[in-house]
T-cell receptor, first 111, second 115 residues
Framework: KQEVTQIPAALSVPEGENLVLNCSFT??????LQWFRQDPGKGLTSLLL?????REQTSGRLNASLDKSSGRSTLYIAASQPGDSATYLC??????????FGTGTRLQVFP | DTGVSQDPRHKITKRGQNVTFRCDPI?????LYWYRQTLGQGPEFLTY????????KSRLLSDRFSAERPKGSFSTLEIQRTEQGDSAMYLC?????????????FGDGTRLSIL
């Protein structure tokens, strides 16, 4: 059974810091890995999708890497801003593209 | 592209009542997914459709739950005889095709509270 773990569960940093959020999964037989952002009381916003054959994806200040063999992904956020405050969820796509989610990292960036 | 739309945003009902939620996917997305999210947890997969066919259901989906997508466009999720444990955010997502290169796009969810 695929299990997804995210560390840390919560993170509070001053504005301007570079951050690394970690995601690990137990079964390397995945189709893709997706990082999402969730604001309180809202749905999920897709940030980055990495296909199983890829090593990383970048969008603006975000960079996500994937190491399938070790069952790990990281989301790197450069020059963090207060607007980055949210919960970040990692999800692996398996089988017919259903997603298995971790429990998220709750990020607070203070001015 | 108007995004995935879910209705209602909030639903408060008494235990034992039936509730129905609606999801309108991004137009021309042929795959539609339902997930459930409880406080402090990540979403959990419930079921998905390719066009009008329901192809997979999670064991989380008890016989009190039923989902339909009659014309391959919008979908409904009905919960009969609601229980307090059904209180959660119900999220709908859609994607354009099978395969590994298409992200799932989520709606803002329906928050269900059972009194």
């Amino acid at each position: 059974k695929q299990e997804v773990t995210q560390i840390p569960a919560a993170l509070s940093v001053p504005e301007g810091e570079n951050l690394v959020l970690n995601c690990s999964f137990t079964d390397s037989a995945i189709y893709n890995l997706q990082w999402f952002r969730q604001d309180p009381g809202k749905g999920l916003t897709s940030l980055l999708l990495i296909q199983s054959s890829q090593r990383e994806q970048t969008s603006g200040r975000l960079n996500a890497s994937l190491d399938k063999s070790s069952g790990r992904s990281t989301l790197y956020i450069a020059a963090s801003q207060p607007g980055d405050s949210a919960t970040y969820l990692c999800a692996v796509g398996i089988g017919t593209d259903k997603l298995i989610f971790g429990t998220g990292t709750r990020l607070q960036v203070f001015p | 592209d108007t995004g995935v739309s879910q209705d209602p945003r909030h639903k408060i009902t008494k235990r034992g009542q039936n509730v129905t939620f609606r999801c309108d996917p991004i137009s021309e997305h042929n795959r539609l997914y339902w997930y459930r999210q409880t406080l402090g947890q990540g979403p959990e997969f419930l079921t998905y459709f390719q066009n009008e066919a329901q192809l997979e259901k999670s064991r989380l989906l008890s016989d009190r739950f039923s989902a339909e997508r009659p014309k391959g466009s919008f979908s409904t999720l009905e919960i009969q005889r609601t229980e307090q444990g059904d209180s959660a955010m119900y999220l709908c997502a859609s994607s354009s095709q099978a395969g590994s290169n298409q992200p799932q796009h989520f709606g803002d969810g329906t928050r269900l509270s059972i009194l």
